[in-house]
C-alpha cells in the first residue's frame, strides 16, 4: 500500500513540471553537453579522402582504377577481377573479344586512342565466330586509326570490317573517306557508290564521289604525262650509254660495256647530281670540275659540249677573281688530268673535250671530266708533278 502511495506521488510530481522549468532543464542539458564536447581531445580526421584528390584515391579503388598501377603491382582484389574479366580459361572467345572491346571503347571515349586500338587488337585476336562482333571490332579501330590521321590502316581495318558485315554503314563512309585521304580515288569511288545504293540522298557522299571522279581524272593524266616523261628520259639515258660506248670512254669501276650504268656517272658534287651527263642533237654535254691546287679553289661548269675546245670554257673563267697576281690566263697555264695510271697527263686545251676524254690514259671518275690547272713553270707546278714521284 506504501509503494502505491510513492508511484502515484512521482507521477503527480513528473505531470505537474512547468513549461517553465522543462525550458530549464532543456537549458541545462544542452549546456552539459557542450561542456562535455569542448572538453575532449581536439584531433584532425585524416583517413577520409580530401576533396581535390578524390579522383586520385577512386582510381587506386579496383573498381574504379583506368590504369595499371606504376609500380606494377596490383592488390588481390583488382589481380582476380582481372583475371575473371581476362582469363582465357574463365571466358569464351566472344566473351574475350567483347571484354577487349569494352575496354577499347572505354579508352577511345577518353580520347585515348592508341590505347583503344590495343584493346580492339586484342579482341580481334580472339578470333571469335561471331560476325557483328568482329565487324565492331575492326570498326572500332579503323575509328581510333583515324583520328590518329592513320588513314592507310583506317581504311583497311575498315574494309576488313565491311569483310565480317558488308551493310556496316560506319564502316563503308570511313572506308570512302580513308580512301580519300591516302589517294585511292577508285576505291573512294567504289566505297560512295555502294553507301548511295542504300542512302542515295546522302549529300557529304554525293560530294564526295563527285570530287573523287575529279581527283582520279587528274591522277590519271599525272600517272600518263609520267609514263610518258619516264620513256622519254629512259630512251635518253640509253642514248647517253650507248654514244659513251661508240666514242670509247673509258668509265672507272666498268668492267666491261654492259657494267656501264647513269649510277655510275652521276656527280658526286654536293649539289650537282642534276648536272650528270646527257645528250642533245647527237652531242654529249658534260660537267667539268676544274681545279686550282695553289689556291684549294675550284670552278664546276654543268654542261660542256663534247665538240668544242676545253679552252672556250677556261676563256670564260679568267680572269678568276681570286687571281690578284694575274698568273692565271689561257696562254700561262698547263692544264693536266691524273689517269687511271695515278700520273699526271698535260693536255693541249685547244682540243675538243670529246678528243680529251678519249686519250689513252684518261679515266672518267664519279661521271665528271676533272682538269688541274697550274700557272706554266711555276713552283707550284713543280711541286705538283713532284708529289706523284
Known amino acids: 500500500m506504501m509503494a502505491d502511495e510513492n508511484l502515484n506521488e512521482r507521477k503527480e510530481t513528473k505531470t505537474s513540471m512547468t513549461d517553465e522549468e522543462r525550458l530549464v532543464l532543456c537549458q541545462k542539458l544542452d549546456q552539459e553537453l557542450d561542456e562535455f564536447i569542448n572538453s575532449l581531445e581536439r584531433k584532425r580526421y585524416t583517413e577520409g579522402w580530401p576533396e581535390d584528390r578524390w579522383q586520385e584515391e577512386m582510381d587506386k579503388h579496383p573498381f574504379f582504377m583506368k ?3 606504376e609500380n606494377g603491382e596490383m592488390s588481390p582484389l583488382a589481380e582476380g577481377l582481372a583475371k575473371l574479366k581476362y582469363d582465357p580459361e574463365e571466358n569464351t572467345a566472344v566473351e574475350l573479344a567483347n571484354n577487349y572491346k569494352e575496354d577499347g571503347n572505354f579508352n577511345f571515349k577518353h580520347k585515348n586512342y592508341r590505347l583503344a586500338i590495343l584493346g580492339y587488337t586484342e579482341g580481334i585476336k580472339q578470333k571469335c565466330e561471331d560476325a557483328e562482333i568482329n565487324a565492331s571490332l575492326y570498326n572500332n579501330r579503323a ?19 565491311l569483310s565480317f558485315k558488308s551493310d556496316h554503314v560506319k564502316a563503308r563512309l570511313r572506308a570512302a573517306k580513308s580512301a580519300f585521304e591516302v589517294s585511292q580515288y577508285n576505291k573512294c569511288i567504289e566505297h560512295c557508290q555502294k553507301f548511295l545504293d542504300t542512302q542515295p540522298k546522302d549529300k557529304e557522299v554525293t560530294e564526295l564521289l563527285n570530287t573523287a571522279k575529279k ?17 622519254k628520259n629512259l630512251e635518253q639515258k640509253e642514248g647517253v650509254i650507248k654514244a659513251i660506248i661508240e666514242r670509247g670512254i673509258k668509265i672507272s669501276n666498268c668492267d666491261d660495256e654492259d657494267d656501264i650504268d647513269l649510277s655510275k656517272l652521276e656527280p658526286s658534287l654536293p649539289g650537282a647530281q642534276d648536272a650528270i651527263v646527257h645528250i642533245e642533237n647527237g652531242i654529249l654535254k658534260w660537267p667539268v ?3 686550282y691546287p695553289e689556291y684549294q679553289m675550284t670552278d664546276f661548269v ?23 697576281d694575274d698568273k692565271y690566263t689561257v696562254d700561262k697555264v698547263n692544264v693536266y688530268f691524273e689517269g687511271y695510271d695515278k700520273m699526271p697527263h698535260v693536255i693541249d686545251s685547244k682540243k675538243n ?14 661521271g665528271t671530266p676533272a682538269f688541274f690547272i697550274l700557272p706554266r713553270g711555276s713552283q707550284i707546278e713543280s711541286r705538283f708533278l713532284e708529289s706523284y714521284i
Open 143 to 161: 575509328a581510333a586509326q583515324w583520328h590518329l590521321k592513320n588513314y592507310r590502316s583506317a581504311l583497311f581495318d575498315s574494309e576488313r570490317a
Open 215 to 231: 581527283k582520279l581524272m587528274i591522277q590519271e593524266r599525272d600517272q600518263r604525262k609520267k609514263e610518258r616523261n619516264d620513256a
Open 302 to 324: 654543268k654542261a660542256c659540249p663534247e665538240n668544242v675546245p676545253l679552252l672556250n670554257q677556261l676563256q670564260q673563267l679568267f680572269p678568276a677573281p681570286w687571281d690578284k
Open 353 to 366: 673535250l670529246g678528243d680529251l676524254l678519249k686519250l689513252k690514259y684518261f679515266e672518267l671518275k664519279a
Open 67 to 69: 590504369t595499371t598501377p
Open 289 to 291: 670540275l676544274f681545279l
